[in-house]
């Protein structure tokens, strides 16, 4: 369960390797007590397999859970999820989608905190790609540029650049301004920021940790992103 004071809001992004760890088992339960040690408010997920997994996720945090499923894999959709605490307002689901690549989406959502701030939420999971990225990343700033403003911003996720001067990145630190990239990947020893959490406006960023508890690094191929915002 979230552990946030009434000013301050939990964020986590976790890309779960569709509960596969490092010891090459599946093993959705660990799964669920990593996302219970984050006690955060809002947890985005990638590489989710099946509405059975969100669904078991879901019940064993005590969460409501949103899905953003890009295509069919082991008969059964795979893709992006949240969780939240949260209540809800509305819910898009995104295509970016690239030609002969893997299809890829993201979900774009509102919420509302206890203090009364609208929040807005884009969750993604990026190509492998550059050209891929690129034309995935335009999407989504065209995306961000949509709908009324919202007092926060987020954009969260496994962006799979690489690249510390990749455009993606530059274009999104222009949208946001630079926000911390600490190294997620891989969880055994993390070397490389793939997943990120970008936050508008700046000021509202407190802190950004990866979660680096000893199940958390074994239960997925990817550490756990958290972040603390002023709500």
């Known amino acids: 369960m979230p552990a946030s004071s009434p000013s301050h809001l939990r964020v986590a992004t ?64 795979y893709g992006n999820a949240v969780l939240t605490a949260l209540p809800v307002d509305n819910v898009e689901r995104i295509d970016l989608s690239v030609p002969r690549r893997e299809p890829r989406g993201a979900i774009d959502m509102r919420l509302a905190t206890a203090s009364g701030v609208d929040l807005r939420l884009l969750v993604t999971h990026l190509g492998l790609g550059p050209a891929e990225r690129r034309h995935q990343t335009l999407r989504l700033l065209e995306q961000l540029e949509r709908g009324p403003p919202a007092d926060i911003t987020l954009l969260v996720g496994d962006l799979n650049e690489w690249l510390l001067w990749g455009r993606p990145r530059r274009w999104l630190t222009r949208w946001f301004t630079p926000t911390p990239a600490p190294a997620t990947f891989p969880a055994i020893l993390p070397v490389f920021a793939l997943d990120r959490v970008w936050v508008w406006p700046r000021v509202r960023l407190l802190s950004v940790t990866p979660h680096r508890s000893k199940l958390a690094r074994i239960a997925s191929d990817h550490l756990p992103l958290t972040a603390v915002l002023e709500a």
Do not use: F, K
Request: proline residues 3%; without cysteine; negative net charge.
């Open 14 to 77: 976790y890309n779960i390797h569709a509960g596969v760890g490092r010891d090459r088992r599946t093993n959705i339960p660990r799964l669920a007590r990593v996302i219970g040690e984050l006690e955060s408010d809002i947890i985005a997920l990638q590489e989710v397999l099946g509405h059975d997994m969100l669904d078991t996720l879901a019940e064993a945090t005590g969460l409501h859970a949103i899905a953003g499923p890009t295509l069919q894999r082991q008969g059964r959709h």
